[in-house]
């Protein structure tokens, strides 16, 4: 079972894995090689710190923080074979630089979700994106995490994973960015021959700078056959496969509208059973003039089912307040 159902019932460099570029040299740290063990599916999630990605720093109430993950891939040091999957999340995670967690309810980073499917898949390469906001003025600490769980992990079989040195966590101060988070609420399913249209912020860029870069990125699952956290799965297929992209509408304050949306590129995504889930991000940059005099935006997130089964578009906080599906937007 994967990461994110057990915690509902508990409780690409580029556009495709959704790296961004920034012109400023970040602030960042970076691991030496990390070995960790696969847990078994029935256990406890328990996050486990990569070391070395930890980044502490004082920030005012309100302040802003772009945090992305950069040279972050994850592979077995044992052979796998077809159906050895495992399960993989990857976590921006903050906290007060004393260890203490935020209040109950608080956002405290965002998550990378999906199954490593061998044999013919050797590694996973997250991309996490999240935009921190200063809950008070302190110090503070962020940092990637992993958990990794499988069904094999029995009767003394053992699996570890390995990331390689050099994983980072880069930190960017953005004080003209926003963030928002899909709430609980929002959660759905989006049936086959569907597209759904959700994440939607209306963002209004800053006065200085140009260029607009706007984040929407989604966790998603196959709604499988008796699915325990979607439903519509019938044994007629074995994946869902989705068609992900931002819409950026011009509009003003008052909802008028300059022009059509611009749609930003598409990505596909093809989420066998094996893989179970998969973390869809997508960015698009665009230019002020391309506002036709708009003072803002409107972003959505549009998640179309090609075929296959219903997919299910996860929302709200996982426990220790990671964001599901979020978005974030700035102007440099």
Not at 175 to 195: C, I
Not at 282 to 297: A, E, H
Request: positive net charge; aromatic residues 8%.
């Amino acid at each position: 079972m994967n990461w994110v159902a057990r915690r509902s019932m508990k409780v690409a460099v580029g556009i495709a894995t959704g790296v961004i570029i920034l012109s400023a040299a970040p602030s960042s740290a970076a691991s030496g090689i990390f070995d960790f063990p696969v847990d078994p599916a029935s256990a406890p999630d328990v996050y486990r710190d990569i070391p070395g990605t930890d980044i502490t720093f004082d920030a005012a109430a309100g302040e802003k923080s772009y945090l992305w993950s950069r040279n972050l891939t994850t592979s077995s040091l044992n052979a796998l074979s077809a159906g050895d999957n495992i399960g993989l999340t990857f976590a921006i995670r903050c906290r007060y630089a004393d260890g203490s967690r935020f209040t109950e309810g608080t956002e405290a980073g965002a998550y990378w979700a999906a199954n490593l499917v061998p044999p013919s898949e050797k590694t996973l390469t997250p991309g996490l994106r999240w935009l921190f906001t200063a809950p008070d003025t302190g110090r503070y600490t962020c940092r990637l995490s992993v958990v990794a769980y499988s069904s094999i992990i029995k009767d003394g079989h053992e699996v570890t994973m390995r990331i390689p040195s050099g994983a980072e966590l880069a930190r960017l101060s953005t004080p003209t960015a926003a963030r928002w988070t899909l709430p609980a609420q929002s959660s759905v399913s989006v049936p086959r021959g569907s597209t759904a249209t959700t994440l939607g912020y209306s963002y209004t860029p800053a006065a200085a700078g140009e260029q607009i870069t706007v984040v929407q990125d989604a966790n998603l699952t196959t709604c499988i056959l008796n699915s325990r956290i979607c439903s519509g799965g019938t044994a007629a297929y074995k994946y869902t496969q989705a068609e992900t992209w931002i819409e950026a509408q011009p509009q003003m304050p008052d909802g008028a509208t300059c022009g059509g949306p611009i749609k930003g590129p598409s990505a596909q995504w093809n989420i066998t059973d094996a893989r179970h889930h998969q973390a869809a991000t997508n960015t698009l940059k665009l230019t002020k003039s391309q506002l036709g005099g708009c003072t803002q935006i409107r972003t959505t997130l549009k998640v179309k089912n090609t075929e296959g089964n219903p997919v299910k578009i996860h929302a709200g906080l996982a426990s220790e307040g990671v964001a599901a599906t979020h978005g974030l937007a700035y102007t440099n």
